[in-house]
């Protein structure tokens, strides 16, 4: 019994993290039909911010708040990864739609950008320029407020861009003073420490859940709750939904499509971003993180049926609970008796990487008797 | 579309030109460094790996992200085989490659043994990964997974080859991978410059037996006719009573049987094999090769992984921050404007309009005839 | 089940039901075919003369009922399959390989047998040569016969993909709108094309175009709401109420 909840428990966790990361993959791919290989950086960008944050909760003006951090930092990471993701949708990913072999190439040039970028980028220039371009972003709402403004437009436009460089300067500069370790830019991982309430473990009986694990099934929870009601329950999400089934038609209903598109793109950007923040309590954080998840994010999509919430779901906790029934070579303590062969077998795929391969190979074979995922997208949607 | 095949006899200019592109590949070993010809010559080995996703892609539509595990899987072969036939090695107990002294093996694993032999392996180096591509293939195509699910569930596989490759140390060393370099080949140590220097011919030869191979295939006959075809209308290709399954298999096996070949050439030139060739960012990279050269021509896909492996190395030694920063431009560069590759932008008149851009205005002397239509698929 | 022989039906629907998502595309619909038959089969927009098509070439599978050709059924077979037992298709807009020249369109539907090891022996035979030839001439495409299909008018389009249905050899031809989009010159052509097939081959006709459907002088079936309203010549079912009501009326309406 114990065996059962604890094989649920870690598959629920290993799953978690995959579903959290999928989720803005689910709805970009799903929803768009774009490829965005640059998912996996985005969440890194998030999983750096992280870092960022906590370093800001480090001063000593903020250190008392130290244990409430990590909200900050879900919020202010949906932010960075979701202004990315706009950005990179104004800029590229606009042109290609329609043409999803293109958008991967795309993506993947952008992920390697990015990887560069945090690189030779020292973390104070970069949050200068986020700072920066929300500023440059925000100016113009702003402003239109103050009538003086409002009747010259091109003053507003220069004011704001002028405010923005200004601010995200003197961010970049202060940031370099009061925070040395984010003055110069590193290849080398960085880690993020928890807070105290966030670290250990809790005790039931003699079995304990550690607690980050805890916190990321938590936040996995409420991202999907959140997913779910901004698709079905909003008004973007109702225009979202019906611009997938039919473009030409919402134009024609008055529909902003490309800021639905726009607005799409940043949403799912943006869960990376969070994901970026639940990965980053599982490991130490470099340019490369992004890289180890998005292959198993496509395979969430692929499995539970590309555009399925619940598909989605169910398929992470799938291969969550397999990778840890084949890694931690549960079958063994099931049933101790099994012969040698067998044995020797289930011993073979017991580590992380075999158990890896595996799953990967089991989704293959599922795609084969199910090609279009566990929950096919019924209807006449077109193929993507 | 005109008559593209190859005349009997050929135009002067065309003797010319072949005879100083063999006077060049002759020359080359005593005009550069044998550090320079070692590095030309593996990126002609992977011209060969490109040529083969031109094939799968540019001809047939079919984006792989996945030639990894094919490249890499002809260069085990090749590295088994040197591994067992390397007398001055130092061996483990056995007489097994030293590696698996390490990890206390004691009999070399089975699938090893065939590679005792050069025969088998000269055959295993390609038709191993063309078998293996065309299982996959076959699996994937029968149920009609085409488009990005096709290029997620490459990569897909790749990472479990990787995973596999890379924890498995007992059989093929793992993550450490195994050297070529002090192993010895007919007689010759495979790292030193006179091999290297008869490795880089080898290469050559082999670029352009392959090349020959494709033409041969996909330009000017209807079997290429059918890629083409089964790229821009597959469904159409159906009713007319065409099975587009065998076709497909039968190109992703080729171009697996290629990147096996590929990949024993560059593994024997780079002296060393390891499960860093199933990385997933290397088989993407393939891609950008073949789309920056042209896909759908085939000359321009292997120029596009020469040239740009060589723009690789030149900018790396030089800036090495910038060259991820390039690459990820050359990305964005292909498929917003660039779509048809160099060699593409040069066919559909791309410098005329450039020209004309930037103010100069060609004037045509005619109006335009309409033969100027026929096939840029033609390769001259 | 029907046996294949003298009288029998060339194709058969029996009962046939397609649903799309509850959507009644075809309901419980039943046509036959006679071998060397022409027949025209028109209706409203929506009325599922399109999803009839992709079921008979194994597209769509239907929910109920069964198709038979030539006494077998063509249930569970592939497009592939259907079309390599004789039935070909031209599909509404026309679906030509536009990468390819015209004379490569036709070689490529020619040709036989249609497999990987088949297209690489390099040489089509002489009588293939011959039908393609002869075609070119028919669809008077002889002039443009290497250029790139993607370069041809609409028209040329059109006549092209009946071209590759006609050498393509099939028992039954399946041509739906042939003549959207072409000149009256075009029109006429292509009826007496289609009707000089008949005979040899069966035609089947997916039209809007009434004036073509009254030259090719044959039968005509009505389609609506994915049943056969009825079916006569063009004169019964021009004066058929039923008829009357759901199409042509609306139809004659618009006619100038």
Known sequence: ???????????AAIGSVLLIAALGLAIVFGLMGVINLAHGELMMLGAYTTYVVQSFFKLPLLEP????????????????????????????????????????????GVSLILQQFVRTVPLAWSTGLWLAAMVALAGPLVGNRLWGLRQRPWLLRLGSWVVAA?????????????????????ARNVDVTAPRWLRGGLDLGDWTLPIPRLVIIGLTILAVVAVYWFLNRSLWGLRIRAVTQNRTMSDCLGIPTQTVDALTFGVGSGLAGVAGVAVSLLGSVGPNVGGDYIVGCFMVVVLGGVGNLWGAVVASAGIGVLTDVIGAGRLLEVWPQMPARLQQGVEFFATTSMARVLVFALIVLVLQVRPAGLFPQRGRMAEV | MADTRSRWPPRWSQVLLWGMGLALVLALPSLVSPFRLNLLGRYLSLAIVALGIDLIWGYT??????????????????????QLNCHSCSRAAGGLP??????????????????????????????????????????????????????????????????????????????NGLKTDLTRLLGMMVGSDAMQRNLFWLTALLALLTWLLCRRLVVGGRFGHALLAIRDDEARLRCLGYNPTPFKTMVFALAGGLAGISGALYTV????????????????????????????????????????NMAKSLVSEAWPQTWLFIQGGLFLLVVTTLQGGVVGWFQEGGPRRLLARLGWRTRLSTYPALELETGPEGED | MPTPGPGSPLLELAGVSVSFDGFLALKNLNLQLAAGELRAVIGPNGAGKTTFLDVITGKVRPQAGDVYFRGRSLLGRNEHQIARLGVGRKFQSPRVFEQLSVQENLAL????????????????TGAQRQRIHHLLEVINLAPRAHHRAGSLSHGQKQWLEIGMLVVQAPRLLLVDEPVAGLSDAET?????????????????????????????QTRVTVLHQGQVLCEGSMDQVQTDPRVVEVYLGAGQEEQP
């Not at chain 1, 949708?89 to 999803?100: D, W």
């Not at chain 2, 479990?160 to 093929?172: A, E, P």
């Open chain 3, 109 to 124: 539907a020619v040709s036989t047998p249609k497999t990987p090891m088949g297209l690489l022996r390099r040489h089509l």
């Open chain 1, 166 to 186: 200004a601010v995200g300067v003197a961010a970049a500069g202060w940031i370099r003073g009061a925070m040395p370790k984010l003055a110069r830019a590193s």
């Open chain 1, 1 to 11: 019994m114990t065996l059962l909840l604890e094989s649920l428990f870690n598959g």
């Open chain 2, 98 to 175: 030293e590696f698996f002294g390490l990890y206390g093996v004691q009999q070399l694993p089975w699938f090893w043994e065939p590679f005792h032999s050069p025969w088998f392996t000269l055959v295993a180096i390609w038709l191993a990964p063309a078998l293996v591509a065309g299982l996959l293939g076959f699996l994937v195509f029968r149920n009609r997974i085409k488009g990005v699910y096709f290029s997620i569930l490459t990569q897909a596989a790749l990472l479990v080859f990787f995973n596999f490759f890379n924890g498995q140390q007992k059989l093929i060393n793992g993550t």
């Open chain 2, 61 to 82: 539509g079919l984006l792989s992200l996945g030639q990894g595990i094919f490249f890499a899987l002809g260069g085990y072969g090749a590295a088994m085989h040197l």
């Open chain 1, 65 to 108: 708040l130290f244990g409430g951090y990590i909200f900050v930092a879900v919020v202010v990471a949906f932010l960075v990864s979701g202004l990315v993701g706009l950005l990179l949708e104004r800029s590229v990913i606009r042109r290609l739609y329609g043409r999803p072999l293109e958008t991967l190439l795309a993506t993947w």
């Open chain 2, 269 to 308: 030139q780079s002296g060393i094999v390891s499960p860093q060739f199933m990385a997933a960012p290397f088989s993407i990279e393939m891609v950008i090769w073949v789309a920056v050269g042209g896909r759908g021509t085939l000359w321009g896909a292997m120029a596009g992984a020469l040239v740009i």
């Open chain 3, 188 to 216: 006429e052509r292509t009826a007496d094309l289609l009707r000089s097939l008949a005979g040899d081959h069966t035609v089947l006709v997916i039209e809007h175009d009434m004036e073509f459907i009254r030259r090719l």
